[in-house]
């Protein structure tokens, strides 16, 4: 008989890949969804999607921009933004205008009806804000926010490291799967 070859076993796989509890996407995705099934009914009753109202949100807060700048600000796909602008601007909640310094470029606004909509909304929202803080902790949240902003930072930055590639671009980072 001859003898068989000693293979080493594999190594183990590291503690993310067999704990779902332990995969930072996962975690946020789950903490996501845990948040967002008090806003999703306010959703339906307003008769928006919650994309629709990321983009009317950011138009509200920031202003006039672009739709290459919307979708940036809204984290949401080119394509899908470009898409939920048809329903928004048929709905008389957005408008388009050509860019006084190009021509070429087209700005995105609110109409009065959109930032009254949006006015609308917000003392409905605002129970919801108060009511996810006082579950979860004043302290807690504000210490959570800080440290999301602290991950988004340090991970905005370029990868770098043994066997890590940057991303392609910024646009395919973004949760495609968050279009409607």
Do not use: C
């Not at 995969?23 to 008769?47: D, I, N, T």
């Not at 979708?71 to 602008?85: K, Y």
């Not at 070429?104 to 949006?118: D, I």
Request: charged share 35%; glycine share 4%; no cysteine.
């Amino acid at each position: 008989m001859k003898d068989e070859p000693v293979i080493d076993p594999a190594p183990a796989p590291p503690d993310w890949t067999r704990h779902e509890a332990r995969s930072l996407p996962m975690a946020l995705l789950r903490a996501r969804e845990a948040v967002m099934q008090y806003f999703r009914p306010l959703h339906r009753k307003g008769q928006s999607t919650e994309q629709q109202w990321r983009i009317l949100r950011v138009l509200f807060s920031e202003g006039e921009m672009t739709a290459t700048e919307l979708a940036r600000r809204s984290f949401l796909l080119a394509p899908s933004v470009s898409r939920i602008l048809q329903d928004l601007e048929a709905s008389g909640f957005v408008q388009r205008q050509s860019s006084d310094g190009d021509r070429r470029q087209t700005l995105l606004r609110l109409t009065s009806f959109g930032t009254q909509r949006v006015n609308r909304a917000f003392p409905k929202l605002e129970p919801v804000h108060r009511e996810i803080r006082r579950r979860f902790g004043e302290e807690r949240t504000d210490r959570l926010l800080k440290l999301l902003e602290e991950l988004q930072h340090v991970l905005g930055e370029p990868l770098s490291g043994k066997g890590m590639s940057e991303p392609k671009n910024k646009q395919e980072t973004r949760d495609e799967e968050n279009t409607d």
